[in-house]
């Protein structure tokens, strides 16, 4: 089982984490009663987090996994912007989740 979180390319770096974190709890608690997050906790606690650009963003918003429980993030620091996807952990993904980059820093 894993949660994928998708951080918009368009993020500074500085706040990836941040964003990583904010966007892994708000999941939480907005799935917390969800036999699948509770699985999860009990028994992986894995996330994946990949960088996704803003055309990307918008269709994983819009349903592009059918049936999804997912939850979108915004940063009040900048500027409430919507910056990431994170969908509910589960056990298998679509294949096309597996083509995502990893987030890693831009300017490392």
């Not at 620091?77 to 597996?98: M, W």
Request: positive net charge.
């Amino acid at each position: 089982m894993k949660m994928y979180i998708f951080i918009k390319d368009s993020v500074p770096d500085e706040f990836g984490p941040v964003v990583a974190a904010h966007a892994s709890l708000s999941c939480y608690l907005r799935y917390k009663n969800d036999k699948e997050m509770k699985k999860w906790l009990a028994t992986s606690f894995k996330k994946v987090v990949c960088v996704i650009t803003h055309e990307e963003f918008q269709r994983l918003k819009f349903n592009w996994v059918s049936n999804a429980k997912f939850n979108v993030t915004t940063e009040s620091s900048l500027n409430d912007e919507e910056v990431a996807i994170t969908f509910c952990p589960r056990e298998t993904y679509p294949e096309a989740f597996k083509m995502f980059k990893l987030w890693k820093p831009k300017n490392n």
